[in-house]
């Protein structure tokens, strides 16, 4: 690819990140297992490599990929979604403020609360739908801003433009847990934010099958040089075959992304027509409260959605038990469809609906899909 020109995201999911082995003119990057690398006779290491720890080509060319995919100028990968959230956090010092939506991933949250919260660090959760309680949440240790949007598990969705910008005139840093929405369907740097989060798992690896977190920044700035050395200094480094299994994925996102997309309009369309739901998150139907700001700043509306089905717990459990197509699993993005009953996910301290249900629509047909989903329901008080 030659520097510098701008190609679009399918092509950059394709190339972005690999290269065409010089030795033995493999398409297909070869699985970099060695833990170390020889020393120069001198003591360097001038072919870049020292220990996997702190680099790897693998991991290397996945982080290349992610910059690319995101428009940042840096990336780095984790071994999860949760340790890159934590390193990211591990930037703050005692006494910081982070302001975080009400709507928020419970791992995300329990980070804040149980983690960093012995360590001085404060957190406000607040309607982040709401700018003027993003506003009046800030306070002179505010250090970020983070957004989630589509929020997990009601799809809500937040002006990232705005709140990056509040977050600018504050002189704080906006980050965006772009997950569900996958580079694909939306730009958060773009926007405005100074980086963006990736449960790895999900989307981007598609297939259900490796654990896996990235940050991208808009800058490779301090604040990146302070996250690359929480990803050596701690280690929670994805292994070499991980790398390998998300950059296998990568070239297909653009493509899945529309299907799953696709499938997901219709199962909520079904839904919200059907007499035992009584309501319906997912932000590309048209009467969402979302569905404008979702319009702006999303190329497609995204393959997650929720419902709430009347009956409250027992009706959602029931329909859960009856699914055929649906796997009763946690986790989303995969090629297979999931469904779960998410506050008991969450335990006891959740705020979400007794009777709701998370989809990730996957890629199967969509009418087998509705037709899976219609038999359930019929167990439903």
């Known amino acids: 690819m030659k520097p510098g020109k701008q190609y679009k995201i399918e092509t950059l999911a394709v190339h972005a990140g690999h290269a065409v082995d010089v030795g033995t003119g493999a398409v297909t990057e070869a699985i970099h297992l060695s833990t170390t690398f020889e020393r120069d006779a001198d003591g360097g290491y001038s072919r870049g490599f020292l220990y996997s720890r702190n680099h790897n080509p693998n991991r290397n060319g996945l982080e290349a ?19 890159a959230v934590t390193a990211i956090f591990q930037g703050l010092m005692p006494g910081d403020h982070v302001i975080a939506p009400v709507d928020i991933y419970h791992g995300t949250a329990n980070v804040l609360k149980h983690l960093f919260a012995k360590w001085g660090v404060t957190a406000s959760f607040v309607d982040m739908t709401n700018l003027d309680s993003v506003r009046q949440a800030l ?5 970020i801003i983070w957004i989630e949007t589509p929020s997990n598990p009601l799809l809500q969705c937040v002006d990232i433009t705005a709140i990056a910008e509040i977050a600018r005139q504050h002189g704080a840093r906006a980050i965006a847990d772009n997950t569900f929405a996958s580079p694909v369907l939306q730009q958060p740097l773009a926007l405005g934010c100074d980086m963006v989060m990736h449960a ?3 989307y981007l690896g598609g297939r259900s099958d490796v654990l896996g977190g990235a ?10 040089a302070q996250l690359r050395t929480a990803q050596l200094f701690g280690g929670a480094v994805p292994s070499p075959f991980d790398c390998w299994l998300v950059m296998r994925s990568l070239p297909t996102l653009p493509y899945r992304m529309q299907a799953h997309c696709a499938n997901a309009q219709k199962v909520a369309e079904f839904l919200q027509q059907h007499e035992k739901v009584s309501v319906v ?22 393959g997650m959605l929720s419902f709430e089905v009347k009956g409250g717990k027992d009706s959602a459990m029931a329909l859960a038990a009856h ?3 649906f796997t009763r699993a946690t986790s989303l993005g995969g090629v297979e469809s999931l469904i779960e009953h998410r506050a008991s996910i969450e335990g006891p301290e959740s705020k979400t609906p007794q009777g709701l249900l998370r989809v990730s629509v996957g890629l199967e047909n969509a009418d087998d899909l509705i037709d899976d989903l219609s038999s359930a ?5």
Request: hydrophobic share 40%.
């Open 281 to 302: 998150h997912y932000p590309g139907l048209p009467d969402n409260a979302f569905h404008a700001i979702a319009s702006k700043q999303m190329s497609g509306f995204g």
């Open 323 to 325: 699914v055929e197509i």
């Open 139 to 143: 306070t002179p240790q505010t250090k």
């Open 65 to 83: 990929a992610l910059a690319a995919l995101e428009g940042g100028a840096a990336s780095a990968a984790f071994g999860s979604g949760l340790a």
């Open 200 to 202: 790895t798992t999900k």
């Open 377 to 381: 329901l019929t167990h439903c008080s």
């Open 215 to 224: 940050v991208v920044s808009r800058l490779d700035d301090e604040h990146f």
